[in-house]
């Protein structure tokens, strides 16, 4: 019987939408107001949602100390009151939350007592972002 679980983790971090291939004018642009040189942050929600049969013996999908164990190892460490910009994973793309998502769809997929389904990730109460894996990552 397969049964599906999600679990919410949080962190501030920081970042700026800024592309090399724009000028500053262009940047201002396309990013607006998120372009400033200073950046501007984020209390980030993320929502991870794994499947899996249900374990006979334990009733569960997953343990859920394993799962929160690697998030924190993989995911709260890595980008709690983080600067973005600042981490290798953003060197070559833009900090947006889009990229943001399948970056930590990337760390899940290194989970392995579940199946990663997807990746839920609001930035603001207007704002969220989901992805599920369907692009090839090696291209991004």
Avoid: W
Wanted: glycine share 4%; with cysteine.
């Amino acid at each position: 019987m397969k049964a599906y679980l999600s679990r919410r983790y949080h962190f501030p971090a920081s970042h700026r939408l800024h592309s090399d291939a724009y000028d500053a004018e262009q940047n201002r642009a396309v990013f607006g107001k998120c372009n400033h040189p200073h950046g501007h942050g984020h209390n980030y929600a993320v929502q991870v949602t794994v499947s899996g049969e249900v374990d006979p013996e334990t009733g569960m999908v997953c343990n859920l100390a394993d799962l929160d164990a690697f998030a924190q190892a993989n995911l709260l460490d890595r980008f709690d009151h983080t600067n973005l910009n600042l981490l290798d994973c953003f060197r070559e793309s833009v900090s947006t939350t889009e990229n943001l998502t399948i970056e930590i769809h990337r760390i899940f997929r290194g989970f392995t007592a579940a199946h990663l389904e997807r990746v839920h990730v609001e930035e603001t109460s207007n704002n969220s972002f989901d992805y599920a894996g369907n692009v090839d990552l090696r291209f991004i």
